[in-house]
C-alpha cells in the first residue's frame, strides 16, 4: 500500500464514518428518548433521494401517498385540535411536492419534508399507542416496519438503482468530490447544531429530562409523547439530508437503506445506545474499519464489520452485569 491508496481509504472512511455517524445519533437519540430502536431508519434515507428522482420525473413517488394515509391515520387517532397539525402539514406537503413537478428546486425540501412527515406518522401511528410497551415489543414492532416498508419500497421505485445529479459537481482533489465535501460540511454543521440544541434550548433540555427520567419529566409537565414526536422528526430530517447528500456519491435504490442503517447500528450499539460522543467516534471506527478491510479482504467486508458488535455486546454485558453487583 502507497501513500495514495492510503489517501483514498481515509477520505473514503471520512466520508462513510460521518454518515454512519449521524445515523448513529438519530439511533441513539430516538432510543433514549422513547426505548425504540429505529430499524427502518435506513429505508427513510433511501425515500428521500428516491422521491427526489421521482420528483424530478415529473412524477408523484408512492411515499407521498403513504405518508398522507398515514397522516390521515394519525389525524384520526389525534382527533378534535391536535388533529389540524397532520392535517396542515399533510396539505403544506402536497402543496410543496406538486410545486416540485414544476421547480426541481423545491423537490429537496418536499423530499425531505416527506421523509420527516412520514417519520412522525411512523411514531404516531405505530408506537405511541404502545406507550408502555417493552423494549422488545418495540424492537418486533420497528423490524415490521423495516420489513414493511422495504417491500414498499420495491413496489414504489421498483428494483433499479438511481444517481441523482449532485447539488455539486467537480472535484476538490483526486478522491473526494465537491459533493464530498457538502456531506462532510452537513455532517459537522449537524454535530454543533444538535450540540447546541441540547444545551441551550429549552426543547432540547426537555429532551435531555425525557430520556434520563420519563416519570420524573411527566411530573415537571414533559410529555414524553411530545418528546417523542422531536426526536423522531430529528432522526428523519438527519435521515432525509443525509440520503439526499449522499445518493449522487453511492447511487440509491430501495434495498440500500437497510445495510447503511445497520453499520450506523453498529456506532450506536459502540456508544452503548446511550452516549453520542461515542457513538459518533464508533461510526467513523466503523468507517475506517470497512474501508481497510473492503481493500484486504473485499469478499468479507460486511461480515467482518458486523463482526465489531461481537466485543462491543460483551463489553456492554459485563457493564450491565457490574451495575447489578
Avoid: C
Avoid at 399507542?129 to 422495504?150: C, F, K, N, S
Wanted: proline share 4%; charged share 10%.
Amino acid at each position: 500500500m502507497d501513500a495514495t491508496i492510503l489517501g483514498f481509504l481515509l477520505l473514503d472512511a471520512l466520508q462513510n464514518g460521518v454518515v454512519y455517524g449521524l445515523l448513529a445519533l438519530a439511533l441513539v437519540l430516538v432510543f433514549a428518548v422513547t426505548r425504540v430502536i429505529l430499524v427502518p431508519i435506513g429505508e427513510l434515507l433511501m425515500f428521500a433521494p428516491l422521491s427526489l428522482v421521482w420528483l424530478h420525473g415529473g412524477k408523484l413517488p408512492g411515499t407521498l401517498w403513504l405518508a398522507l394515509a398515514l397522516g390521515l391515520l394519525w389525524a384520526l387517532l389525534s382527533r378534535g385540535r391536535g388533529s389540524l397539525l397532520p392535517l396542515g402539514l399533510g396539505a403544506l406537503l402536497f402543496l410543496l411536492a406538486l410545486l416540485g413537478l414544476q421547480l426541481p428546486l423545491l423537490a429537496y425540501p418536499a423530499a425531505v419534508l416527506l421523509v420527516v412527515y412520514l417519520g412522525l406518522a411512523t411514531y404516531r401511528v405505530f408506537f405511541q399507542p404502545m406507550r408502555e410497551a417493552t423494549v422488545l415489543a418495540y424492537l418486533i414492532m420497528a423490524v415490521g416496519l423495516h420489513v414493511a416498508y422495504q417491500g414498499l419500497g420495491l413496489v414504489f421505485f421498483g428494483p433499479e438503482q438511481y444517481r441523482p445529479a449532485p447539488l455539486l459537481s467537480g472535484e476538490v482533489t483526486v478522491g473526494l468530490s465537491w459533493q464530498g465535501v457538502l456531506v462532510l460540511l452537513f455532517a459537522l454543521s449537524a454535530v454543533v447544531a444538535l450540540y447546541l440544541f441540547f444545551r441551550f434550548s429549552l426543547f432540547g433540555k426537555a429532551l435531555l429530562a425525557a430520556a434520563e427520567n420519563r416519570l420524573g419529566a411527566r411530573l415537571l409537565g414533559i410529555r414524553p409523547e411530545e418528546a417523542g414526536m422531536v426526536a423522531f422528526a430529528i432522526a428523519s430530517f438527519l435521515a432525509a439530508v443525509s440520503g439526499l447528500l449522499l445518493a449522487p456519491l453511492i447511487n440509491a435504490a430501495y434495498f440500500m437503506g437497510f445495510m447503511l442503517g445497520l453499520k450506523g447500528f453498529v456506532a450506536a450499539i459502540l456508544g452503548g445506545l446511550l452516549s453520542y460522543p461515542v457513538a459518533f467516534l464508533g461510526a467513523l471506527l466503523v468507517g475506517l474499519f470497512e474501508s481497510f478491510t473492503s481493500f484486504y479482504a473485499s469478499a468479507y467486508k460486511e461480515a467482518l464489520v458486523f463482526l465489531l458488535l461481537v466485543p462491543a455486546l460483551f463489553f456492554q454485558s459485563l457493564k450491565a452485569r457490574a451495575v447489578e453487583e
